[in-house]
Each structure stands twice: as structure tokens, then as C-alpha cells.
């Protein structure tokens, strides 16, 4: 199929259209809301069902086969962060904080974004690896680590600076130790929030219970957290339309190189994720999902964790840009184009070895 | 006796109360609040994007260290707004 057909396809499912109504709905002022208690109620939903899925399927292929994709994902999001940082410090002019809080919500994983991606490859009725929500669990905390470990970093080298100006001046040396040991204490309680976030806890249950369950045990299970999935994401899409429909204004305050910035580091992060996991060897939906963890922006578990830990950064900033630009660009287009490329590099790889062997004989 | 109102985002709701708690006052009074101020209207959207009222009733000699702290560590990068009001208290010991 043709790169615009299936984009067009894609447009015209379900949870693409419902996304738009949302925006629309929210454009046109309209009072439509989802429930308090749904919206939250729907992202647990939704991670217990992507957990118990990956469970099952880790079940079939092991765990050692997802060793070296981790290792190569928690590298690959912490050099992300960290070139995401240089993009948007030197090339962008931001400050330091805002710098850091959008390196690291563009480093971070998308749970949403991930359900949305299970959902399209089930539409075109491609599988994927089980293991690769092991690896969306595990890279949930890291790009925010980096990220509040270097702002730290960078603070404390600034209070050392303010320290030797004011030297002369016994008390105010003392108020900044003062400022200096709460930045530190911070980043633990930052980590140690992040990990037992209820993002990463049912996420992480919800694998070891499907990994525990099996076929068998999940098939009575299997009408709420399958076959509901992809209506669950729907209403979900309903809401997170609202919100960003709410937000564009804001988008024109970001500028021209953040709404750039937007589109281009998922498009180039999603293609080198789909490249390296092809040559890993992971099969052409896992591919597709594998580059769809580092094409994809946090706007969930971003905002809670940064605005803790970097505070001095602006929120409009990351989750404008997070919701209201790559999300939408990655659902409906990034999606499909990953989908071509991945299945275009699975024939190169092929090809090549069927040249290869054939030159054996 | 003062009465301390805090409205501020949620995301800044624990710093408020571990401030309060490191000047050993533990009794407040918290709701999730909306309105609207210098950053739009506020309590819409996602969870963490709502407002909270805390309230505290807390006696005199307290009253600045608590408000010099709250000032230096939240002012900047958070959405809050302080206001001290007099008040009287029936019971006073439960606020010795």
C-alpha cells in the first residue's frame, strides 16, 4: 500500500476521528466533558490491559530475547535526552529548565501513544513482541532521571559560582547551602516517586500477572482487556482531544521552532528506533513499536514528575507541545509512515539474505 | 489567631504541607478548588492541572517564618496565591 493511502486509512479509524471530534468539540466551545472518574479510571484501564497483553505474550518468547533491546532502549533514551537538550539550548534559545523539562518530555515514553500504536497494528491485524511494554515500563523513569540529574547538576554549578561572588558575606553563603541540599535531596525523592508512581506499579503488576495467568487464566478476563481495548481508547481520545483543542492557542506561543522542533525529533527518533529493532531483529509490528517509544512525548506522567523536579520550567511549554503537536502527528501520520518503513527495511534485510544464500550455493 | 489560606496548583499541594509539617503545624484543610487567574482558568484538563485550597489556623509568632518560606521556595515557579485573615477560635487549646 501506498504511504498516503494508509496515512488516509489511518485517518479514517475510529480512534483517529474521535481524537479530531474532540479537538472540534472543544474548538466550538462545546460543554462536552468526559466524567472526572472516567478520565482517570481510563489510563489505569488502559495500562493494565497493554501490561497484561505484554505478560502473556512475554510468556511465549522468554525473557532473554528482550536483554539486549532494553539495554539498547535505555541508551537510546538517555543519548535522546541528552541531544534533545543541545537542539533546544543552542539551536532553540531556551533556558536552561525549559531546556531540560522538553529533552526529557521527548526522551520519556508515551503510555498513551503506545495504547494508540497496539491499536493501529491491530487494525491491520499485525502482531508485536510482549516484551516491548517490559521495555515502555522501564523506560517510563529514565528520561526524567537524566534530565533532573543534569538541571541538579547544573544548579548547584551556579550556586557554587553565586557562592564565590558573595564569599565575603557569611550569611548568604549559608542560604544558598541551604538551597544547595534541598536540590539534592530532591532528585531521590523524585526517583523514588517516579518508580512507585501508579504509572510504572501497574504496569509492572499488571506484566507479572499476565506473565503468571497465561492463555488459560486470561480468557475470562479477556472480554474487559481485550476486546473493550480499542473502544476504551476511543473515549479516552474523546477527552485527550478536548484538552488539546483547549490548548492550541497556546501552541502560537510556543513559536516556530518548538512546533518544528515537535514534528521533527519524533519523526527522526521513530525512524532510528525502527531501524535499530530491525536489525535487532524483531519482527515488523515490533519494530513499529519499538521506534514508537522514542517518537512518542510523555504528557501524562511529564507534567507531575517535572513540575516537581524542575519546577522553574514552564508546563504550558511541554504539554502543549507534547499533546497538542506530536501526539496528534504521530497518530495519524508518523504511525503509518513507521508501519512502510518498517516493513520496507524487513524486505531489504530479507532480500539480502536470500542474495546471500543464494551466493552460498 | 490567624487563619492562613493557600490557593495554589495541585502539583505544589505537597510542598505546602511538608513546609507546614517542618514548622511542626499538622492540622489544615485542603479541597480541590477551580477558578481562573493570571493563567487562564484553572480546574479543567488533566488531574494535575487542578487547583487546591489549603487552609490553616495557626497562631501569630508562626505566622512569618511560614510566609517567608512559602514566598522563597514557591512564589516563582508556582501558581499561588497567600492571604492571612484574623480570626477568633473556639477552642483555643486545640491550637497550642
Redesign the interface.
Known amino acids: 500500500m501506498d504511504i498516503l493511502e494508509l496515512v488516509q486509512a489511518n485517518i479514517l479509524t475510529p480512534v483517529v476521528l474521535f481524537f479530531i471530534f474532540g479537538i472540534v468539540a472543544a474548538r466550538i466551545k462545546s460543554d462536552l466533558k468526559m466524567p472526572e472518574a472516567i478520565s482517570e479510571f481510563l489510563p489505569i484501564y488502559l495500562l493494565a490491559a497493554i501490561g497484561l497483553h505484554g505478560g502473556l505474550e512475554m510468556r511465549k518468547t522468554g525473557f532473554e530475547s528482550m536483554l539486549i533491546p532494553l539495554f539498547i532502549a535505555v541508551g537510546l533514551s538517555i543519548l535522546m535526552t541528552l541531544y534533545h537538550y543541545q537542539i533546544l539550548r543552542r539551536l532553540g534559545k531556551f533556558n536552561i529548565f525549559d531546556s531540560y523539562a522538553l529533552a526529557s518530555t521527548y526522551g520519556a515514553v508515551g503510555a498513551v501513544t503506545f495504547s494508540v500504536g497496539l491499536s493501529f497494528l491491530k487494525n491491520q491485524g499485525i502482531a508485536s513482541e510482549g516484551y516491548i511494554t517490559a521495555i515502555l515500563a522501564t523506560l517510563e523513569p529514565v528520561a526524567f532521571i537524566v534530565a533532573i540529574f543534569l538541571t541538579n547538576m547544573a544548579v548547584s554549578k551556579q550556586t557554587q559560582i553565586k557562592k564565590q561572588t558573595f564569599a565575603k558575606s557569611k550569611d548568604s553563603t549559608d542560604d544558598l547551602d541551604i538551597i544547595h541540599t534541598e536540590q539534592k535531596t530532591k532528585l531521590f525523592q523524585v526517583l523514588r516517586e517516579s518508580i512507585t508512581g501508579k504509572a510504572i506499579v501497574i504496569l509492572l503488576g499488571s506484566i507479572l500477572i499476565g506473565y503468571a495467568i497465561d492463555t488459560d487464566g486470561f480468557a475470562p478476563i479477556k472480554i474487559v482487556f481485550e476486546d473493550l481495548f480499542i473502544g476504551a481508547i476511543v473515549i479516552f481520545l474523546i477527552e485527550m482531544g478536548i484538552i488539546a483543542g483547549h490548548r492550541l492557542d497556546d501552541i502560537k506561543k510556543g513559536g516556530v521552532f518548538l512546533i518544528g522542533f515537535a514534528l521533527a525529533i519524533p519523526t527522526i527518533n521513530g525512524i532510528i528506533g525502527v531501524l535499530i529493532s530491525t536489525y535487532l531483529g524483531l519482527s515488523i509490528g515490533g519494530a513499529v513499536m519499538y521506534g514508537l517509544l522514542f517518537a512518542s512525548a510523555s504528557f501524562i506522567a511529564a507534567p507531575a514528575v517535572l513540575r516537581h523536579a524542575i519546577p522553574q520550567a514552564k508546563p504550558s511549554l511541554y504539554i502543549t507541545s507534547a499533546l497538542g503537536i506530536t501526539f496528534p502527528y504521530i497518530i495519524m501520520i508518523l504511525l503509518p509512515v513507521m508501519l512502510i518503513l518498517s516493513t520496507t527495511f524487513h524486505n531489504i534485510e530479507s532480500m539480502n539474505l536470500s542474495y546471500f544464500v543464494e551466493n552460498l550455493k | 489567631m490567624k487563619l492562613l489560606t493557600i490557593t495554589c496548583?495541585i502539583?505544589a499541594q505537597?510542598?505546602v504541607i511538608d513546609l507546614l509539617h517542618k514548622h511542626s503545624i499538622s492540622g489544615y484543610t485542603l479541597y480541590e478548588v477551580s477558578g481562573s487567574g493570571a493563567?487562564g482558568i484553572r480546574g479543567?484538563?488533566?488531574?494535575?492541572?487542578k487547583n487546591v485550597k489549603i487552609e490553616v489556623v495557626l497562631q501569630e509568632e508562626k505566622l512569618s517564618d511560614i510566609l517567608e518560606e512559602i514566598a522563597r521556595?514557591l512564589f516563582?515557579?508556582?501558581a499561588i496565591i497567600t492571604y492571612v485573615s484574623d480570626i477568633g477560635v473556639i477552642r483555643m487549646e486545640k491550637f497550642s
Open positions: 496548583e502539583l505537597q510542598n493563567k479543567q484538563g488533566f488531574q494535575n492541572e521556595t516563582s515557579d508556582y
